[in-house]
């Protein structure tokens, strides 16, 4: 098991970056996979990307692709998700959560995932 909390979010205009941090607590941090979601109002939790536990390879969600870049830092139990270009759709509750393995075909399902953060609000004006 592993704890995580992020941090980062804020209220940007519409073309601005942002970047979120994903802090973890645990000597086995290293052995996770890592993905970020979020949850607009009024909608479902979505997948936006994850990453492996070396960091060698990341999966994205089309409509952030180009735009969001994924990243971690085993050495001291971080993940980071750069925002560039955000968008007013892109305005949501961001969390990150932890699963075993980085497997593409499920790697979006929420139910693969096991640990998550409280999440961290994100929101874009146009």
């Known amino acids: 098991q592993v704890q995580l909390v992020e941090s980062g979010g804020g209220l940007v205009q519409a073309g601005d970056s942002l970047r979120l941090s994903c802090a973890a607590s645990g000597r086995t941090f290293s052995t996770y996979t890592v993905g970020w979601f979020r949850q607009a109002p009024g909608k479902e939790r979505e997948f936006v990307t994850a990453?492996?536990?070396?960091?060698?390879?990341?999966y994205y969600t089309d409509s952030v692709k180009g735009r969001f870049t994924i990243s971690r830092d085993n050495a001291k139990n971080m993940v980071y998700l750069q925002m560039n270009s955000l968008k007013p759709e892109d305005t949501a509750v961001y969390y990150c959560a932890a699963r075993r393995f980085f497997i593409i075909a499920t790697i979006s399902a929420l139910s693969e995932y096991g640990d998550w953060g409280q999440g961290t609000q994100v929101t874009v004006s146009s």
């Open positions: 990453i492996s536990r070396s960091g060698s390879n990341t």
